[in-house]
């Protein structure tokens, strides 16, 4: 969601614009309304060709209709984007009550389909924000039922570690939900542990309880249910019960045995590369001490034969 003030005018903008305004023109399918850049048009085609199936598959999962037609901008102007984005991680967000989307589209182009996914992980949080308010759906929440719709996808760049769930465990430094129920963290580092725990908790539901129970969990929260109540409702545990399964769980899969047979391969070859250096360090130092050896025969030799003259 965008906070800042100066945000908001940015948003207000794209919004109240003429469609030739800031080189921007626009798109209308079939229930969407895409705002594009004008270079991007072939990917505002894409989206809207493509935006039944997306919006299918999603109240497929999550049991509801969407209610609102949304609007989507796409953007090539990545400092542009981040003026509204405020964290350089950020592809794409939501604004729910006004059904947009705003998607960076220089993010996009590098991996096929991202786009795509980027744009049902973003409706997603259209759906779940038309259906339950703000102050009912915790964010851990919205970021783990995205994500599980999306197919894993998330609208944040991730970094090169891919392990920081697994090194939180081993150094029992995982986040508690209680503490991103409302925000996340602002460090790259610790944003991207808050998508991974959001993922992998709303992961944990589903695999133990199925995703009708999820569903469930979710109706409640629409009812205007706190999230304890509705876990409780749900599972028949308190959600101070369920997170500590949850993270009993990660324990016994993410062990210091499973992290080393996980960096095995990495493992061998810093192995290797160790020895690779030893080896040439010994094979160096015998090269030196032979040349010393065959200096000083040299040097008795020549003594040697001084003596006899």
């Given amino acids: 969601m965008i906070k800042n003030t100066l945000n908001v005018f940015l948003l207000i903008f794209i919004l109240t614009a003429s469609s030739g305004a800031a080189e921007m023109e626009e798109y209308h399918g079939p229930e969407i309304t895409v705002r594009y850049d004008v270079p991007l048009k072939n990917a505002a085609v894409r989206i809207a060709s493509g935006y039944k199936k997306t919006r299918n598959?999603?109240?497929t999962k999550l049991g509801w209709r969407l209610r609102v037609d949304p609007v989507v901008v796409l953007m090539r102007n990545n400092d542009a984007f981040q003026?509204?984005?405020?964290?350089?991680?950020?592809?794409?967000?939501?604004?729910?009550?006004?059904?947009?989307?705003v998607i960076?589209?220089?993010?996009?182009?590098?991996?096929?389909?991202?786009?795509?996914?980027?744009?049902?992980?973003?409706?997603?949080?259209?759906?779940?924000h038309q259906?339950?308010?703000?102050?009912?759906?915790?964010?851990?929440?919205?970021?783990?039922?995205?994500?599980?719709?999306?197919?894993?996808?998330?609208?944040?760049?991730?970094?090169?570690?891919?392990?920081?769930?697994?090194?939180a465990v081993l150094s029992h430094r995982v986040l508690?939900?209680?503490?991103?129920?409302s925000n996340f963290p602002d460090s790259p580092n610790g944003l991207i542990l808050a998508y991974e725990e959001s993922?992998?908790?709303?992961?944990?539901?589903?695999?133990?309880?199925?995703?009708?129970?999820?569903?469930?969990?979710?109706?409640?929260?629409?009812?205007?249910?706190?999230?304890?109540?509705?876990?409780?409702?749900?599972?028949?545990?308190?959600?101070?019960?369920?997170?500590?399964?949850?993270?009993?769980?990660?324990?016994?899969?993410?062990s210091w045995i499973a992290y080393m047979a996980d960096?095995?391969?990495?493992?061998?070859?810093?192995?290797?590369?160790?020895?690779?250096?030893?080896?040439?360090?010994?094979?160096?130092?015998?090269?030196r001490n032979y040349r010393d050896e065959d200096e000083g025969e040299g040097a008795e030799e020549g003594g040697g034969q001084q003596t006899e003259e």
């Fill in 199 to 254: 993922k992998s908790f709303t992961e944990f539901i589903v695999k133990h309880y199925g995703e009708s129970q999820l569903r469930l969990l979710l109706q409640g929260l629409e009812k205007q249910g706190t999230i304890e109540q509705a876990v409780y409702d749900s599972y028949g545990v308190s959600l101070d019960v369920l997170e500590q399964r949850w993270e009993k769980g990660l324990i016994k899969e993410n």
């Fill in 104 to 128: 960076d589209y220089s993010r996009m182009d590098r991996i096929p389909f991202d786009l795509e996914d980027t744009f049902k992980h973003e409706l997603t949080h259209i759906l779940l």
């Fill in 83 to 101: 003026e509204m984005a405020g964290n350089r991680l950020v592809t794409a967000f939501a604004v729910g009550g006004r059904n947009l989307i």
């Fill in 131 to 167: 259906r339950i308010g703000d102050s009912y759906l915790p964010k851990w929440l919205d970021e783990g039922v995205a994500q599980w719709a999306s197919g894993g996808i998330a609208d944040i760049m991730r970094t090169g570690d891919k392990d920081l769930l697994q090194q």
């Fill in 57 to 59: 598959d999603i109240e």
């Fill in 176 to 181: 508690s939900l209680k503490n991103i129920s």
């Fill in 263 to 287: 960096h095995m391969y990495w493992l061998l070859f810093f192995l290797a590369a160790l020895i690779t250096i030893a080896g040439y360090c010994a094979v160096k130092r015998r090269m």
